[in-house]
């Protein structure tokens, strides 16, 4: 079958999760041999993720992605036979949505990753549309009824090639930190977390270990957050999306939020902590439950993630201090390795999301 041409539309309501997943599978879909266009309302949150974008450009190409403002995409036809994909339930311009008919393009809402069961059940569904155009419902997950997940091709041989080097070499390249003074059996952790992080309980539990830890600590570092016992805090510049993963691998264990960097840390299989988007009436609470359910992390592991969505400090380090112990470590590593090959083993988004739309093309 011919190439497609993907419009992906991306509306960034904060953070930089809309804009990472969205850059992401355009980068994917482009490198499977297909046409990618983005439409982006936020050009200077993806330039963070990108440095090598133009902010100010209307239009851009870069690793094989057309890029383009939203503004434009509002003056653009859409592409004929095209696949059309509102991430997120953005809502597509006006103009080019009531265009798309005379197109003969297929609709795709990108929804949010999600464990829930009821995701198994809706993905895929159509939703019948006043203007005729099909259009169907496209959930990212964890299991073989689901799209998937977002992973390069070859992305895990990479990540072991790269891990038996140096992890002083790499780390200093990375982040500029002088390693030679990082100890032979210390513990390197990311901690890449929203504000409202009990952070307090992580630094109690990790000042009172006998091992050494190096916190890796993006941006600006919480006020009140400082080395103290066998804790070391060390403030490092924003990593770029093209080296996050490089910055993951260096790390024994990685604190993360927000959807793209889960899944970029569950390719690291190694042990994480999952920091969930807070949602209104703690709605989030339940999809971190279905998420831990898939996930058989051993249980101090799982009390842990959960004090840190709680923002329970106490809960954090009594857990923590538990999850660390050798036997639980060991336990940890294990089933974060086990995971990243389970998970490893199903094929990718942006291939299922491609399969998916030629067969529905065919069929029309």
């Known amino acids: 079958m011919n190439a497609l041409t993907f419009d992906i539309f991306c509306r ?9 997943v ?10 499977l041999g297909q046409t990618a266009r983005l439409w982006i309302d936020d050009l200077p949150t993806l ?6 974008l133009d902010p100010a450009a209307d239009r851009q190409t870069a690793h094989g992605v057309q890029i383009g403002t939203w503004h434009v995409a509002e003056q653009t036809s859409p592409p004929a036979h095209g696949i059309v994909i509102e991430a997120f ?3 597509l311009p006006a103009r080019y949505q009531a265009a798309m008919a005379a197109h003969h393009c297929l609709w795709i809402n990108l929804e949010y990753l999600s464990a829930e069961s ?7 569904l159509p939703s019948p549309q006043a203007n005729g155009v099909p259009k169907y419902f496209y959930f990212p997950g964890f299991v073989p009824a689901t799209g998937g997940l977002l992973r390069e091709t070859h992305l895990l041989d990479h990540r072991r090639r790269t891990q038996v080097q140096d992890r002083r070499r790499r780390l200093q390249s990375l982040t500029g930190l002088q390693t030679d003074a990082l100890p032979d059996d210390a513990r390197v952790i990311l901690l890449f977390c929203y504000p409202d992080a009990p952070w307090a309980g992580l630094q109690a539990a990790l000042a009172q270990q006998s091992t050494p830890t190096w916190l890796l600590v993006p941006g600006q570092i919480p006020a009140g957050l400082q080395s103290q016992g066998a804790l070391q805090v060390m403030p490092i510049p924003f990593v770029p999306q093209a080296r996050f993963d490089e910055l993951l691998w260096c790390c024994d264990l990685n604190f993360v939020r927000g959807e793209d960097s889960l899944v970029r ?8 902590v999952w920091q969930i988007y807070r949602q209104d009436a703690e709605a989030h609470l339940d999809k971190l439950d279905a998420w831990l359910d898939r996930a058989r992390w051993p249980a101090p592991v799982q009390a842990l993630i959960r004090a840190w969505n709680r923002q329970d400090a106490a809960g954090v380090q009594h857990s923590l201090a538990q999850a660390l112990r050798p036997d639980g470590w060991r336990t940890w590593q294990t089933r974060a390795a086990a995971w990243s090959e389970e998970l490893a083993a199903m094929p990718d988004l942006a291939r299922n999301l491609l399969s998916f739309c030629q067969k529905r093309l065919q069929k029309s």
């Open 47 to 52: 330039t963070r993720l990108a440095p090598g």
């Open 22 to 31: 969205c850059w992401r599978l355009a980068r994917q879909l482009a490198a």
């Open 89 to 91: 339930a953005c809502n």
């Open 118 to 124: 009821w995701v198994e059940g809706c993905h895929g």
């Open 265 to 272: 840390a569950l390719w690291a299989g190694v042990p994480l």
């Open 12 to 20: 960034v309501v904060d953070n930089y999760g809309d804009a990472g």
